[in-house]
């Protein structure tokens, strides 16, 4: 019960800190969260978990004292942005990356989060609230290059579903959440490969080209081939970044597909009983956008 009265407590001094638009909750909904810092355990996990390295580009979205972008630029030489509503915390984060001897690494823009171009970044992370976690799946998918890796403390992607996740004890969050149980979330962006392809094979495989139909959504990838007279099932598709792997059955022989997926072209090498060889797949129509 303790820990009830606290969190009740908490919740009221952090809504009182926000600002007035944000407490006015008016039409524009884009309070994605109250500023509760992640404690410095679950940084170094975060950090940890999206593998930083010096080329990166660090987008942390609502990213009050700036702490994992200054983390990241410091213990892992990367490049990071911090998208924060509150100008307070925005000049904290200034201060902490002087501070740190970071500055000339990072960039700190005092905006929202939703109407901030974020596609630069090559790490995201983020620890906001469920349902504005989850309203940014969309975004990411379509806008997100393919390989970005993406880690949300405590909320995951719903209808995403994890590439990885780590659960964690941390004595410090029973005082924000109630419970010392946390759960860190990670993904990677795939590549966009739902639409209509144009397939070819090495002619041992398929004499002329088929006509691949995939559909992609968050939580499934799945697809057909056709040659015009009949349609087989792609199986096990699997997307990670650029890469993509499936088999297909077709005229009684099971190929092997591993490849990677850029734009308009796939390509990679097709596999079957005897044969092995180059594959490449040209987009015959518009990406499919609803996903
Ligand atoms: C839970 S805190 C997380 C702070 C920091 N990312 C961390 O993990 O320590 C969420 C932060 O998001 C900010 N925020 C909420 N909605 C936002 C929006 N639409 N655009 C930018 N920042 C936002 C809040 O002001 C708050 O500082």
């Known amino acids: 019960m303790r820990w009830f009265f606290r969190c009740i407590g908490l919740a009221w001094v952090l809504c009182t800190a926000l600002p007035a638009e944000a407490q006015e909750s008016g039409p524009k909904d884009n309070i994605a969260g109250p500023y509760v810092p992640t404690p410095w355990v679950i940084v170094d996990e975060m950090l940890k978990l999206a593998d930083i390295r010096a080329d990166d580009v660090v987008y942390d979205l609502g990213s009050g004292d700036g702490r994992l972008v200054i983390t990241a630029a410091k213990r892992y030489k990367a490049h990071g942005v911090g998208i924060e509503l509150q100008p307070e915390l925005v000049e904290l984060a200034n201060t902490g990356a002087k501070k740190e001897e970071v500055a000339d690494r990072v960039k700190f823009i005092q905006g929202d989060l939703f109407e901030t171009d974020i596609r630069e970044a090559t790490v ?33 992607l719903v209808p995403w579903p994890p590439d990885k996740d780590v659960s964690m004890e941390v004595p410090e969050k029973e005082f924000i959440s109630g419970t010392t149980w946390t759960r860190l979330y990670y993904y990677v962006v795939p590549a966009r490969v739902g639409g209509v392809w144009e ?19 968050p939580h499934f990838v799945g697809g057909l081939a056709s040659d015009g007279k009949s349609q087989d099932y792609l199986r096990d598709v699997k997307v990670n970044g650029e890469r993509i792997s499936f088999g297909l059955l077709y005229h009684g022989r099971m190929m092997a597909f591993e490849g990677r997926a850029a734009g ?4 990679g090498e097709v596999s079957a009983k005897g044969v092995k060889g180059p594959w490449t797949a040209r987009r015959k129509g518009p990406a499919q956008t609803s996903r």
């Open 264 to 267: 308009e072209t796939m390509s």
């Open 199 to 217: 397939l070819s094979l090495p002619k041992p495989l398929a004499r002329a080209p088929l006509s691949l139909e995939v559909n992609q959504e």
């Open 124 to 156: 995201v992370t983020l620890y906001l609230l469920p349902r504005f976690v989850t309203r940014l799946v969309p975004r990411f998918l379509a806008e997100m290059r393919p390989g970005t890796r993406i880690v949300s403390h405590d909320y995951p």
